[in-house]
């Protein structure tokens, strides 16, 4: 049996796999309304083939003007295909109108306490001003060169998890290919709809409908067309994200996550997703 080994953009830890899969669906067409503010605390549990194999914590802030999005977790080497790890991801950008603007974004993972991966990147409305990424790309004859169009006008995959929710027609927020640069590797994903799922969250979590995009993985640049990893996630049809509402600020955020692999499924899902609105004035208003 393999190990289920994945590009980077989507390589252990697990929640860094979930976070790069959900990247793509940033670019909603809903009409334009107010900058959000409020927050959304959410925890979610991965599991390999039912299997849990850790979690993480996700927290988002808006303030009108701008968000912070705080990821922390943890996984577990439970089985020989998954290593003791843990992460820290954190972006920041604004938002205007529709448009999600990335402009900061931070990765620093561990596997087994020593393989650590970084990632630093500051960028213009999406466009990469300086980016850091340890280790580097191994220089390989095969490997596709990264240009600058590559780093022009992309969504982090944090940024990305922040989607304007679409007036009336919901299912708008699939139906689309964007662009993601995880600071490796350049890919697009193409998304389409798949239709709703219920879900019945418990202690105030969301209950309710959410929207079910199917996903497809293309590489662009800074990965090598002959691995193996590269070929499978070509072809894998398994891959899908939940869209959840959170109507108070305007927007969705990732309720359930996969990634089909060859030792089972990898899902995550939420245990917990709570969504509120700023109810605070300022005392000029």
């Not at 393989?115 to 580097?136: C, D, E, F, H, Y």
């Not at 070509?234 to 108070?248: F, G």
Request: glycine share 10%.
């Amino acid at each position: 049996m393999k190990s289920p080994r994945l590009p980077r953009a989507l390589a252990p830890p697990a929640f860094a796999a979930a976070i790069a899969l959900s990247a793509p669906l940033a670019a909603s067409a809903a009409p334009k309304h107010e900058a959000p503010q409020g927050r959304v605390d959410a925890t979610y549990n991965i599991l390999l083939g039912g299997l849990t194999i850790g979690r993480f914590a996700l927290d988002t802030e808006f303030d009108g003007k701008g968000y912070t999005i705080t990821v922390r977790g943890t996984t577990s080497g439970v089985s020989r295909f998954v290593s003791d790890g843990k992460g820290y991801l954190k972006s920041s950008g604004r938002m205007a109108g529709t448009r999600v603007l990335p402009g900061a974004y931070l990765l620093d993972t561990s596997e087994n306490g020593h393989r650590n991966s970084t990632v630093s990147m500051l960028m213009k409305a999406g466009t990469i001003q300086q980016v850091t990424a340890m280790p580097p790309l191994a220089k390989k004859a095969d490997r596709v060169p990264l240009l600058p169009q590559h780093k022009r006008d992309i969504f982090d995959p944090l940024s990305a998890m922040v989607v304007p929710l679409p007036k009336g027609n919901m299912g708008s927020a699939c139906n689309r290919t964007v662009p993601v640069f995880d600071g490796w590797q350049r890919f697009d994903v193409k998304l389409s709809y798949k239709g709703t799922a219920e879900v019945s969250g418990q202690e105030g979590s969301y209950k309710g409908t959410v929207i079910v995009c199917a996903a497809r993985y293309v590489p662009v640049a800074g990965h090598r067309p002959t691995r193996e990893a590269i070929e499978y996630m070509q072809n894998n049809k398994a891959l899908e994200v939940w869209l959840a509402p959170v109507e108070p600020l305007g927007i969705m955020i990732p309720y359930r996550m996969q990634i089909g692999t060859e030792v089972g499924m990898l899902t995550i899902h939420a245990s917990r997703f709570v969504g509120a609105a700023e109810t605070q004035r300022a005392a000029a208003e």
